[in-house]
């Protein structure tokens, strides 16, 4: 009788058919702007391939943090503060980020008066682990095909550990 019902018991569970699946690890929507996540300090500066100097970076004082899709970067030499929003293009290379929606602030929170602060910017980035570089022209408005053209300023990056 028992081995009856044990046969019935396993008849009911196979006709159910297959359990619910397992859920797997959804991969970031965009890796890119998951590895940019935390902290970041300005290591070096190029500006048509010749490097500014590690000197130089560091007396800037410039960090930038991403939380979520948004980029806060604190320049405390000249006490300057900009958010923006970050929108990524990962289908060319190099791949694309547009900074949107950019307020530029003191690091008190209150505008900074005669600032013709550009609303969007246009750079290419690049990031391999702890290392990030972006590369843009001055006025924004276009994207650089490379890090190496003409006109193109770089701001390599190296993330603060926690």
Sequence with gaps: MRFL???IAVGLLASAGPGAPVPKEKAPANPDLAAMQGKWVLTDMTFN???LGADFAKDLKLTMEVKGDTSVTVG???KQRLTADL??????TPHR????NSKET????????DRDTKPTSRVIYKIAGDTLTIGGTMDGKEFPKDFTDKGVMT???KRVKK
């Design 106 to 113: 003191d690091l008190e929170g209150k505008p900074i008066k």
């Design 97 to 100: 980020l547009t900074y949107t």
């Design 155 to 157: 701001m390599t990056f």
């Design 76 to 78: 405390e030499k000249f």
């Design 87 to 92: 929108v990524f293009d990962r289908d060319v």
């Design 5 to 7: 019902a044990l046969v």
């Design 49 to 51: 391939g010749l490097s």
